[in-house]
């Protein structure tokens, strides 16, 4: 069975510095999607970025980045000039391509806490 | 706000009560799930629609019964819940269940904060 984890359950920046949140996941498939969800406070959550595990080109949307490792089975989330609003507990999530499973198996989250 | 939204946003409810969530998406997406988000817990899968047929049912307990009339609405009714059910009701929505990236997007509602007491 997939599992993902995020060993940090909190991080702080301040403001207009650079943070990365951590992200590891084990799978034997070979294709798969990893995402980054943001759930600001008392808000819906929503998509950051998404990567495909069969591009080596890491992605990118403007301020977030990620770095994927997939050999390491890494996909950690860089975001740069951190803002206030970026304060909010960020999810990384996998999904297998195709087959019968349709689950997006989630980490336990990183609150993630921006300061002036 | 996205175009998938939860009503109510807060429900209290006795561990008798019957109730019912709702969810509605404007997106034109065919899939529609339900997840729980308990604190300090991943999200959990509930149950699946693809086109108003139940394409998964992740072990959850009778007590919660889904329904979904068509593919812009899905519903999560409770009966005789139990004080552990407490938590955050997420629904989400996608434009299929394959199709690519961009099909396996989920986008969120703001979600339904239940408590039983």
């Known amino acids: 069975a997939q599992t993902v984890t995020q060993s940090q359950p909190e991080m702080s920046v301040q403001e207009a510095e650079t943070v990365t949140l951590s992200c590891t996941y084990d799978?034997?498939?070979?294709?798969?999607?990893l995402f980054w969800y943001k759930q600001p406070p008392s808000r819906q959550m929503i998509l950051v970025i998404r990567q495909e595990a069969y591009k080596q080109q890491n992605a990118t949307e403007n301020r977030f980045s990620v770095n994927f490792q997939k050999a390491a089975k890494s996909f950690s989330l860089k975001i740069s000039d951190s803002q206030l609003g970026d304060a909010a507990m960020y999810f990384c999530?996998?999904?297998?391509?195709?087959?019968?499973?349709?689950?997006?198996?989630f980490g336990k989250g990183t609150l993630l806490t921006v300061n002036p | 706000e996205t175009g998938v939204t939860q009503t109510p946003r807060h429900l209290v409810m006795g561990m008798t009560n019957k109730k019912s969530l709702k969810c509605e998406q404007h997106l034109g997406h065919n899939a529609m799930y339900w997840y729980k988000q308990s604190a300090k817990k991943p999200l959990e899968l509930m149950f699946v629609y693809s086109l108003e047929e139940r394409v998964e049912n992740n072990s959850v307990p009778s007590r919660f019964s889904p329904e979904c009339p068509n593919s812009s609405h899905l519903f999560l009714h409770l009966h005789t819940l139990q004080p552990e059910d407490s938590a955050l009701y997420l629904c989400?929505?996608?434009?299929?269940?394959?199709?690519?990236?961009?099909?396996?997007?989920?986008?969120f509602g703001p979600g339904t904060r239940l408590t039983v007491t």
């Open positions: 999530a996998y999904r297998r391509v195709g087959g019968s499973n349709y689950k997006l198996t």
């Open positions: 799978t034997s498939e070979s294709d798969y999607y």
């Open positions: 989400a929505s996608s434009l299929g269940l394959a199709g690519g990236p961009k099909g396996y997007e989920q986008y």
